[in-house]
């Protein structure tokens, strides 16, 4: 049995694939849930990563981002609540959406009890998740049951939802990239590096300008700096064109900034 200590969990490799295999819309996922696939095509070299749909359908093109299911990006945090269930692969918390967390990591932030004490500082993964039940993959039990105002921060990893303005780089996880994108709840393809169309928004797009998150969509940077540019226009597009999508290369896989290469 896996310890909740190790700093691997359930260990995998990347991933080879078909062209057809790109265009994927599974409702059942064919591949590991946020496995990485590197290729090469008529387009150069590219990143794709497995993800999943967790709050609408994502169409081709579209840009996304890590689902948080609460206000901050890519994370939540939950406080435990009166001790039921409350065990070491089960949290009792409120506010959850039913089935939001499934698969992603639980860590805990703090121990109510002692400073230090256990669980603190442990990481789980999310089995399962109601409104006010959060229970955890059994293989990676926590050393020590939760306890009541124990805080959980839930973290994503392959779920994903449309990016929104004002994303940074470090929560965006790419480009749609299958001919009919992947519906929700689905699990299908995004591009994280490389030349990549991407979906615009109607503002004018200059070549060579960085770009940012909008809604779906990449636009070119105002006064946002480095942090927030997920790649840099590979073509002009003026606001009295018509284009649907723009040629970026995209940068966020292993960049934290988005600063092209």
């Given at each position: ?45 590219r ?104 805080v ?6 392959y ?23 992947f ?54 597009v ?24």
């Open positions: 049995m896996a310890s909740n200590n190790k700093l691997y969990l359930n260990v995998g490799n990347l991933l080879a694939l078909s062209p057809g295999d790109m265009d994927a819309d599974d409702a059942t996922p064919r591949f590991r849930p946020g496995g990485l696939n590197f290729l090469s095509d008529a387009y150069g070299a990143i794709m990563k497995y993800v999943q749909a967790r709050a609408t359908a994502i169409g081709k093109a579209d840009l996304v981002s890590a689902a948080s299911g609460g206000t901050d990006q890519r994370h939540t945090a939950f406080t435990v609540q009166a001790t039921v269930v409350n065990a070491t692969t089960a949290a009792d918390i409120t506010g959850a959406t039913a089935d939001r967390h499934i698969g992603m990591i639980a860590f805990v932030n703090d121990d109510a009890g002692a400073a230090g004490a256990a669980p603190e500082g442990e990481a789980t993964i999310v089995r399962s998740n109601t409104a006010t039940v959060m229970r955890f993959e059994a293989d990676y039990a926590l050393s020590a049951a939760l306890a009541v105002n124990d959980l921060h839930v973290i994503s990893t779920q994903v939802e449309a990016a929104a303005a004002a994303d940074q780089a470090w929560v965006v996880e790419g480009v749609a990239i299958g001919d009919v994108g519906a929700a709840s689905n699990y299908g393809w995004v591009q994280q590096y490389g030349h990549a169309m991407a979906r615009m928004t109607a503002a004018a797009i200059t070549l060579g300008n960085e770009v940012v998150a909008g809604a779906s969509a990449v636009l070119t940077k105002g006064s946002q700096t480095g942090e927030d540019w997920v790649g840099v226009a590979l073509a002009s003026g606001s009295d064109q018509v284009a649907v999508r723009v040629p970026i290369k995209i940068t966020i896989f292993g960049n934290r900034s988005g600063i092209a290469a």
